[in-house]
């Protein structure tokens, strides 16, 4: 049974940094490319981040890049995203998805991404 398993969301202050894991199962992790995607209450679903399984190659959107970093361990069926510099903004449930292809088209389009976690809330605050 394929499944994305997201951890290591919590509540951080801001200028903090957090370590989100996802863990996959159910599938050969290294065939798909795995995209973060963050949705905060009242807004809709935004991608933040991409990493394709064919180089590794990544994609971010603008409003989190030089802050976010993902990367993938494919014997241990895992990809992370690194969060530094937390803002309140940066306040949303976070959520690991499988996306169609091997390799990133966009960051943005959930219609990209065919399997979904559950999510981990990550809220900055003081």
């Known amino acids: 049974q394929l499944q994305l398993v997201e951890s290591g969301g919590g509540l951080v202050q801001p200028g903090g940094s957090l370590r989100l894991s996802c863990a996959a199962s159910?599938?050969?992790?290294?065939?798909?490319?795995i995209g973060w995607f963050r949705q905060a209450p009242g807004k809709e679903r935004e991608g933040v981040s991409c990493i394709s399984a064919s180089d590794g190659s990544t994609k971010y959107a603008e409003s989190v890049k030089g802050r976010f970093a993902i990367s993938r361990d494919n014997t241990k069926a895992m990809v992370y995203l690194q969060i530094n510099s937390l803002k309140p903004e940066d306040t949303a449930d976070y959520y690991c998805?499988?996306?169609?292809?091997?390799?990133?088209?966009?960051?943005?389009?959930?219609?990209?991404?065919?399997?979904w976690g559950q999510g981990t809330q990550v809220t900055v605050s003081s």
């Open positions: 159910g599938f050969t992790l290294n065939h798909y490319a």
């Open positions: 998805a499988r996306a169609y292809y091997a390799t990133c088209r966009t960051v943005q389009q959930v219609s990209e991404y065919r399997d």
